[in-house]
């Protein structure tokens, strides 16, 4: 079945520097993925998502990338701040019959900020 | 204001104890779903919702019922919890089939001891 493997699965960088996340999936038919960000004991939250007619989104410092041929996906995080300390999920939408998608989720991946 | 509610927050009970946590929205989204994630494994889909009175099984149904009356309602139903479904449990909702911005629960905590 469908899988989507999430790497790292923790990362600690220094305030101000870059943070990239990446995933890969293994059914082509996937045409969906979301990034998601779960701070401690809250829920997780959308924060930016990708078809797979885009090879490139963008939103202020959040940028997702799409290379469907290589079937992988990944969350680039400019100039981090304590803030964007979380853990983060990546999931892939794989269409079943029916029109229905599921959604298949990463193992998330744990990001750190140090000031 | 969108939102996804559940219900209770924090949950300890016995083994074999029957029990239900609710979940309601407000989007009139027809697509709702249960997780529950456990370190390590993210998030695993219990069961999904199309519509009213349409469930199917997701990655990890066994031990869970759910029921789908109404749009907006979509309650998760242990009917004899055991240890191992202690876990963090999210009700989710979404509209075009699953796809588009899913909206999670605040989550449940649930410990079966």
């Known amino acids: 079945g469908e899988n989507v493997e999430q790497h790292p699965s923790t990362l600690s960088v220094q305030e101000g520097d870059s943070a990239v996340i990446k995933c890969t999936y293994s059914d082509s038919a996937s045409n969906y993925f979301p990034w998601y960000k779960q701070e401690l004991g809250k829920r997780p939250q959308l924060i930016i998502d990708i078809r797979s007619n885009v090879g490139e989104k963008k939103d202020q410092r959040i940028a997702v990338t799409l290379n469907k041929t290589a079937k992988h996906f990944s969350l680039h995080i400019t100039e981090t701040q304590p803030e964007d300390s979380a853990v983060y999920f990546c999931?892939?939408?794989?269409?079943?019959?029916?029109?229905?998608?599921?959604?298949?989720f990463g193992a998330g991946t744990r990001l750190a900020v140090h000031p | 204001e969108a939102q996804v509610t559940q219900n209770p927050r924090y949950l300890i009970t016995v083994t074999g104890k029957k029990l239900t946590v609710t979940c309601s929205q407000n989007m009139n989204h027809e697509y709702m779903s249960w997780y529950r994630q456990d370190p390590g494994l993210g998030l695993r889909q219990i069961y999904y919702s199309m519509n009213v009175e349409v469930t199917d099984k997701g990655d990890v149904p066994e031990g869970y019922k759910v029921s789908r009356k109404e749009k907006r309602n979509f309650p998760l139903i242990l009917e004899s919890p055991s240890p191992n479904q202690t876990s963090l449990y999210f009700c989710?909702?979404?509209?075009?089939?699953?796809?588009?911005?899913?909206?999670f629960g605040q989550g449940t905590r649930l410990t079966v001891v």
């Open positions: 999931a892939a939408s794989l269409m079943f019959s029916g029109g229905y998608n599921k959604l298949i």
């Open positions: 989710a909702s979404s509209s075009g089939g699953g796809t588009g911005g899913a909206f």
